[in-house]
């Protein structure tokens, strides 16, 4: 993405958009992003865990990272 309409999100831009396919259920997919991996280098195919990021007091956010 590499304009966001979204202000919060315009600071980190340009990001990746990526589809997640849960292994349990492929039928399930999550759209997010990778933080902390340039726009460019997001392999396809790779294995993902959730991390949880605190947004605000007691207010909490998934996010996906490689699994290395």
């Known amino acids: ?21 849960l292994e349990e259920d492929p039928a399930i997919k999550l759209l997010s992003h990778l933080p902390g991996r340039a726009a460019d280098d997001v392999p396809v195919g790779a294995p993902v865990e959730a991390i949880f990021v605190e947004v605000a007091p007691g207010r909490r956010v998934y996010e996906f990272r490689v699994i290395e």
């Open 1 to 21: 993405m590499y304009q966001s309409r979204i202000k919060l999100l315009q600071a980190g831009q340009p990001f990746n958009i990526v589809v997640i396919e």
